[in-house]
Structures are given as structure tokens and as C-alpha cells.
């Protein structure tokens, strides 16, 4: 089956401390994203990619770091710098460099909670 | 950033069809109007997108008139399943505005 997975669905950790969380996809696109979502709240863009080696900052880059070294994988690490941690985190990736109207397919998402 | 408005929340029944509609005053001649449903707990899922005039899926109908400062997203016959929250987006070609859901519209489907 084609699509994105992402790992693990929970994480737990405590303040301070750096953490990786994984996105992998398996449809051949060239671009990928990485979202926040708080509770009761929209997606905010952290970071995207549209081709691999390359990646933009979002909205909310600030504590965040990201790599694309493969072209199925766009991993975000969650840096102590980063004030609220505490979030939903979502990644997607879409056909297309050029361009950024196509369909957006998304993860299921990995809840990381922060203490 | 592109902006788009839509109301937080809206409640209709089972078989009736269901309108929601977006705003976007500020619309550039290279965007798309973009629409996503969310349930909780998990990522959105594309149902349709449009540049102007109308267009239909197998799930859905978007209505973008003229001048293209909204949209409506048509939903028919809903389903109890069709409970979920719906983001309208203005994707913009080439780089990342509109890239951030707002807060979206709330459906609540009754039986």
C-alpha cells in the first residue's frame, strides 16, 4: 500500500531534551511538510521540502530542524529550544516540485507530549 | 499570507445537503481554492479543488464564482460520517502561502 507513515503515534518526553520524529512515504512525490496542531486549532506550517537536499521554513520554523537527504524521508526534530512542544504533529507530502496547489496526502500523526 | 474565512461551525442532518461556504477578499490570480476534511485524531484528507466555476467529484461540489472572493463546498445526502471538521485553503503556486489551515468549519451531522 502507498502512503505516509509516521513514528511512533505517541511520544513522550521530558523538557530539555531533543527528539526526532519520523515521516517516511512511499509514493514517489517530491514534496513534503511538516504541520502543528494544537488543540481546537488549525495546521500551522513548520517546514517544507520540495525536492530533496532543500527545504523552506514555514510559519513557525523557530525550534524546529528538519533534513531531506532521501526523497522518502523528511524526519523533524523537536529541539529544547522550541517553547510549547506539546502538540498534534502531522507530515504530508504532495506530487510536484514547481508548484505547491497539488493534493496534500497526510500521515496519520504522532502526539508528542512534552512534561 | 493568504486568508480565507469560514463560519467555526454549522449542524445539519442526515440526507439534507449541506453548504459550507469561505471567504477569500484577497484572492491572487494564481490561486486555488483547496478543500480538506479532518476527523479527530488524524490528518486531513483532500476533497476538492478548484479555480473557478464549478466542479464535482464523487464526494463533493465546489462553486467559486466570478470574481472568485469565495467559494462553497457542496456536501451531499450527508451521513453521520460526514461529522468533521472542513478547511478551505487558497494554495498558491510556487511557494507556501496558504499552506496553514485555519480553524475551519466544525460540521455536526444529527440523525
Known amino acids: 500500500d502507498g502512503g505516509i507513515t509516521q513514528s511512533p503515534k505517541y511520544l513522550f518526553r521530558k523538557e530539555g531534551q531533543n527528539v526526532t520524529l519520523s515521516c517516511e512515504q512511499n509514493?514517489?512525490?517530491?514534496?513534503m511538510y511538516w504541520y502543528r496542531q494544537d488543540p481546537g486549532q488549525g495546521l500551522r506550517l513548520i517546514y517544507y521540502s520540495q525536492i530533496v537536499n532543500d527545504f523552506q521554513k514555514g510559519d513557525i520554523a523557530e525550534g524546529y530542524s528538519v533534513s531531506r537527504e532521501k526523497k522518502e524521508s523528511f524526519p523533524l526534530t523537536v529541539t529544547s529550544a522550541q517553547k510549547n512542544p506539546t502538540a498534534f504533529y502531522l507530515c504530508?507530502?504532495?506530487?510536484?516540485?514547481?508548484?505547491?496547489?497539488?493534493?496534500?496526502?497526510f500521515g496519520p500523526g504522532t502526539r508528542l507530549t512534552v512534561t | 499570507l493568504a486568508k480565507t474565512t469560514q463560519p467555526i461551525s454549522m449542524d445539519s442532518y442526515e440526507g439534507q445537503e449541506v453548504n459550507i461556504t469561505c471567504s477569500h477578499n484577497?484572492?491572487?490570480?494564481?490561486?486555488?481554492i483547496t478543500w480538506y476534511q479532518q476527523f479527530p485524531s488524524q490528518g486531513p484528507r483532500f476533497i476538492i479543488q478548484?479555480?473557478?466555476t464549478k466542479v464535482t467529484n464523487e464526494v463533493a461540489s465546489l462553486f467559486i464564482p466570478a470574481d472568485r472572493k469565495s467559494s462553497t463546498l457542496s456536501l451531499p445526502r450527508v451521513s453521520l460520517s460526514d461529522t468533521a471538521v472542513y478547511y478551505c485553503l487558497e494554495q498558491r503556486g510556487g511557494g507556501a502561502d496558504g499552506l496553514t489551515f485555519g480553524k475551519g468549519t466544525h460540521l455536526i451531522i444529527q440523525p
Open positions: 478548484g479555480y473557478k
Open positions: 504530508a507530502s504532495s506530487r510536484g516540485a514547481a508548484g505547491l496547489t497539488y493534493e496534500q496526502y
Open positions: 509514493l514517489n512525490h517530491d514534496a
Open positions: 484577497n484572492i491572487a490570480t494564481n490561486d486555488y
